[in-house]
DNA sequence: GTCTATATATCGATAGAC
DNA sequence: GTCTATCGATATATAGAC
């Protein structure tokens, strides 16, 4: 429960089927010499159906698809766990029902924009702020298949599932490359890599429920980031090469390089021989492939090349090797915004050395902030394993709010909005996984982090 | 209980993979992208391993595949469903591996029968027997497997469940081949079907344990069939012709032509129009598809094209179903076998229209022949829809046991075995499915039938 | 190799709305 | 009379932890 950052949206009867086999050319009619059962109970499209739908979509969005049991969506119904399978064949037939939802709709979505986009590109930043409005929009209607799409990909990896969430809209992406291209006609000049910024745009609008608290207005919100990136944070350019001179960012630079071993002594284990630092590794590597919930500790004994009895005399428990991982991690962040922090440095200097740390920290802890994205459904929220780490993270973002609000009264921070929403949009973009796309390098990520965040994309008029 | 025919037959520890992976080749081992857990568990070769192979085997041979629960075989061996899947990965794959054995075993016998019987054919009945002893005494020692694949097969229609059930050994065809075409050289000439005759040793053997009782010695049985088969069951070679004309064939044809309507009345049921029967001939046919057990009232449903609220506004329960079923089967049959008992005819002359009456049963009512053969495992067998069939059946085999009693005793048939033996032959040959081999038509088949079982398939030296 | 707990799913049967 | 939604029981299977 602490760990859900937001309340539910409410989302809207999702619209249905796709496709739908038309009465009487039922496949499984005539006389199949094995029984079909998949296709047994049709997507039927009756109120209690849609009820079914929204029940589960919000648990889906609340705790992800793993720790959300058929008898929670049940209970939450009122209904035994049977009585679902009148709905849905399948719990996975539930989810993909959700994610085609979403991505139907950002076909249609995408398709009108498209014939919106060309005709008149007089106003690219216009175009460019409908559209990301329009996609965190529809993001929020269908936030349940959001958090099903970005974090659940790998950890249940059925074909239907997976090509559910593979599902891309070229219409969308067209769309979006045409508002971005757009940006280097007319009055402005792109000073920013636009791919990046694309890009950028692209995973933040798509995926906005996770990022924007779910009472956050979708288009001023999305308007708001576009402003920060197209036009930068900072109220006066920086000069990039004072800022690498200061001394908040040498703090950066310095805590950032302790990161490079993994070794650590690891808390709450027995010993911390290479044995372990193998299981451990085998862990990170497994969690973040498919969330903690979904990874069985035999997963990692065979990722490790141990056993399970080798396993279990070098581990306490699962959860105590997330919780070494996690607090590794959080003592990493830690320490190196509290030296940016307690650095004698301005608030610029500040924010362009927390560019510097989050846009490392994103790439060298990709597994762990993986991992904690999936977030903590066990029973006890406040004894978690990342508890403290989410707890860490609230007050970073607290420090983060009152540095920007600090910035907008002394002149240098732009007031596009409020500090705090200012924060949210900063940590969004500084935690996307740039190297994820197109083989983007960190010193590309950073060129086009600085630039955008803090001075601009484009030039001002 | 009632129900169950046979003791249960030791099997003996049944030898293990026909083919295993090499260690150190898993095809499971390195980084595979997602998680396959059917390569899970290998079926190890363990001695409690071979615990849970022999009692899941114990309980498959007695009660089928679908009414043998995991709970059962884990209540056996004294442990938790849960812990089964230690050894093995699912309830399929215990059913797999022990098919699998059997269908090796059978390979293994027919390349070494291929080699035994090529060079010398100058006995050719003398090879004949051996082959027909080894494939039963084989059959006997994999009693589950052969339950298995005689009855299970299309009941839980997997790929590899299908795929184990439908291996047949070439080498063990080629070796019947060549062990039956070399009856028509040497002293004898064949006098029936020696494609049939083929068909009929190669069923019976391979399905010993299914028609003869765990005591029988495989060998000596087996040799038995064999005898009659060739030589006939009658001392005197009769005449078709007179036979024909006998009091008892007339009345077994008087009662199979009352068979032609389904539309009995059927006992157990609000009433017998359309619908109803629709319903019961949709039964009839998916029992006959998968068991009782397999089959649920949904696929009835789905096949008589009614819905489940319909079905049962018609029907009390699916039991009652069966129950309808079966009772005008045993009415039938016990019609027929009266009448022909009845007749003023001799013992050969009643013999002759027995075979008249099974050999059309086994084709008119092959769903039904079919279902039965499925057995009952639910609570009470003592009211089971299927008791009293059981009971007549066995009423039958008794009367007939006396008919061919009186008969060895008067001369008119040979004292190849004691009668009841004799008895057991008679049924099982008469109640093969040979509508199912080749296209054969009931004449062929019945042509056989009279020839092989009455006169004998060769002429006598 | 086993236990404990619990997940997903199936199935026979029924109640009640329309 | 037919269909929708549900129950209650139970099956197969998985997972954490010895």
């Given at each position: 429960?602490?760990?859900?950052?937001?309340?539910s949206a409410q989302n809207p009867p999702a619209r249905?089927?796709?496709?739908?086999?038309?009465?009487?050319?039922?496949?499984?009619?005539?006389?199949?010499?094995?029984?079909?059962?998949?296709?047994?109970?049709?997507?039927?499209?009756?109120?209690?159906?849609d009820?079914?739908r929204r029940t589960a979509a919000r648990?889906f969005e609340?705790?992800?698809?793993?720790?959300?049991?058929?008898?929670?969506?049940?209970?939450?119904?009122?209904?035994?766990?049977?009585?679902?399978?009148?709905?849905?064949?399948?719990?996975?037939?539930?989810?993909?029902?959700l994610?085609?939802s979403y991505?139907?709709a950002?076909?249609?979505?995408?398709?009108?924009?498209?014939?919106?986009?060309?005709?008149?590109?007089?106003?690219?930043?216009?175009?460019?702020?409908?559209?990301?409005?329009?996609?965190?929009?529809l993001a929020f209607r269908h936030a349940a298949a959001v958090?099903?799409?970005?974090?659940?990909?790998?950890?249940?990896?059925?074909?239907?599932?997976?090509?559910?969430?593979?599902?891309?809209?070229?219409?969308?992406?067209?769309?979006?490359?045409?508002?971005?291209?757009?940006?280097?006609?007319?009055?402005?000049?792109?000073?920013?890599?636009?791919?990046?910024?694309?890009?950028?745009?692209?995973?933040?609008?798509?995926?906005?429920p996770?990022?924007?608290?779910?009472?956050?207005?979708?288009?001023?919100?999305?308007?708001?980031?576009?402003?920060?990136?197209?036009?930068?944070?900072?109220?006066?350019?920086?000069?990039?090469?004072?800022?690498?001179?200061?001394?908040?960012?040498?703090?950066?630079?310095?805590?950032?390089?302790?990161?490079?071993?993994?070794?650590?002594?690891?808390?709450?284990?027995?010993?911390?021989?290479?044995?372990?630092?193998?299981?451990?590794?085998?862990?990170?590597?497994?969690?973040?492939?498919?969330?903690?919930?979904?990874?069985?500790?035999?997963?990692?004994?065979?990722?490790?090349?141990?056993?399970?009895?080798?396993?279990?005399?070098?581990?306490?428990?699962?959860?105590?090797?997330?919780?070494?991982?996690?607090?590794?991690?959080?003592?990493?962040?830690?320490?190196?915004?509290?030296?940016?922090?307690?650095?004698?440095?301005?608030?610029?200097?500040?924010?362009?050395?927390?560019?510097?740390?989050?846009?490392?920290?994103?790439?060298?802890?990709?597994?762990?902030?993986?991992?904690?994205?999936?977030?903590?459904?066990?029973?006890?929220?406040?004894?978690?394993?990342?508890?403290?780490?989410?707890?860490?993270?609230?007050?970073?973002?607290?420090?983060?709010?009152?540095?920007?609000?600090?910035?907008?009264?002394?002149?240098?921070?732009?007031?596009?909005?409020?500090?705090?929403?200012?924060?949210?949009?900063?940590?969004?973009?500084?935690?996307?996984?740039?190297?994820?796309?197109?083989?983007?390098?960190?010193?590309?990520?950073?060129?086009?982090?600085?630039?955008?965040?803090?001075?601009?994309?484009?030039?001002?008029?």
């Open positions: 429960m602490a760990a859900s950052v937001r309340a249905n089927p796709p496709a739908q086999n038309p009465p009487g050319q039922n496949p499984a009619a005539g006389n199949p010499p094995a029984r079909d059962r998949s296709a047994q109970q049709p997507p039927a499209v009756s109120a209690r159906t009820d079914v648990l609340q705790s992800g698809y793993s720790a959300t049991t058929m008898s929670d969506i049940a209970e939450a119904l009122g209904i035994l766990p049977g009585s679902l399978y009148h709905h849905f064949a399948s719990k996975e037939e539930i989810a993909v029902d994610i085609s991505t139907g950002l076909t249609e979505l995408g398709t009108a924009a498209a014939r919106r986009t060309e005709p008149s590109p007089a106003e690219p930043e216009k175009l460019l702020r409908q559209l990301a409005a329009d996609v965190a929009a958090r099903l799409s970005a974090y659940e990909a790998p950890s249940v990896s059925t074909e239907r599932f997976t090509a559910a969430i593979g599902f891309r809209s070229a219409a969308l992406d067209r769309a979006w490359r045409t508002a971005v291209q757009s940006l280097a006609t007319g009055g402005t000049h792109p000073a920013a890599d636009l791919g990046l910024l694309r890009f950028t745009l692209q995973q933040v609008t798509s995926h906005a996770l990022y924007y608290p779910a009472d956050a207005r979708g288009d001023e919100t999305s308007g708001h980031l576009c402003d920060i990136l197209l036009h930068g944070l900072l109220a006066e350019a920086p000069s990039f090469d004072d800022l690498d001179r200061s001394a908040a960012h040498q703090a950066a630079l310095d805590a950032i390089s302790h990161w490079g071993s993994r070794d650590h002594p690891a808390p709450g284990l027995a010993g911390a021989d290479g044995a372990t630092d193998d299981i451990l590794a085998a862990a990170r590597r497994e969690f973040a492939r498919r969330g903690y919930e979904a990874t069985t500790i035999r997963d990692i004994a065979r990722a490790a090349g141990v056993g399970m009895a080798t396993l279990y005399r070098r581990v306490e428990s699962k959860e105590s090797l997330l919780r070494s991982i996690i607090d590794v991690y959080a003592g990493c962040l830690d320490e190196a915004f509290g030296a940016v922090m307690s650095a004698d440095s301005s608030d610029t200097e500040r924010l362009y050395a927390l560019t510097r740390v989050f846009g490392h920290a994103s790439r060298h802890f990709h597994e762990e902030s993986r991992i904690v994205s999936f977030g903590w459904f066990g029973r006890e929220a406040a004894s978690s394993p990342v508890h403290d780490y989410f707890v860490a993270t609230q007050q970073r973002f607290d420090v983060m709010t009152a540095l920007l609000r600090h910035g907008t009264r002394a002149g240098s921070v732009r007031p596009v909005a409020a500090p705090r929403e200012l924060a949210v949009h900063f940590r969004s973009v500084l935690w996307l996984r740039f190297h994820e796309h197109a083989r983007t390098s960190e010193a590309r990520a950073f060129a086009f982090l600085r630039q955008s965040l803090l001075q601009g994309a484009v030039t001002r008029p």
